[in-house]
């Protein structure tokens, strides 16, 4: 059974930093993409950040220049790593996985199968 544990979220000052991590387990694909998410109140869930398993890395960008997305396949876990936090960044955010490459359409939320709870990140000015 494939598990998603998104970690790290909190609260913090604008300009501030926080690492999310995403512990997975079950996940035997040799092949994979791993992204995260996000979702703020009353808006739809958007693609910040992917990862596939050759080290391909795509980000949204919102996301280009202030969060860094990587893996550490030893610990079957991915990060990702927000910086210079706006209040715009305050959403909950989730880890999502499928069994092929990321490609062009890595933000696509009907591509993923498998999903996490999600962790929660404000950042208040």
């Known amino acids: 059974q494939v598990q998603l544990v998104e970690s790290g979220g909190g609260s913090v000052q604008a300009g501030g930093s926080l690492r999310l991590s995403c512990a997975v387990s079950?996940?035997?694909?040799?092949?994979?993409?791993m992204a995260w998410f996000r979702q703020a109140l009353g808006k739809e869930r958007e693609g910040v950040a992917g990862?596939?398993?050759?080290?391909?890395?795509s980000y949204a960008d919102s996301a280009k220049g202030r969060f860094t997305i990587s893996k550490d396949n030893a610990k079957n876990t991915v990060y990702l790593q927000l910086s210079s936090l706006k209040s715009e960044d305050t959403a909950m955010y989730y880890c999502?996985?499928?069994?092929w490459g990321c490609g062009a359409s890595w933000w696509d939320i009907s591509q993923y199968t498998f999903w996490g709870r999600g962790t929660q990140v404000t950042v208040s000015s």
């Open positions: 999502a996985a499928h069994y």
């Open positions: 079950g996940f035997t694909y040799a092949t994979y993409c």
């Open positions: 990862i596939d398993s050759d080290g391909s890395i």
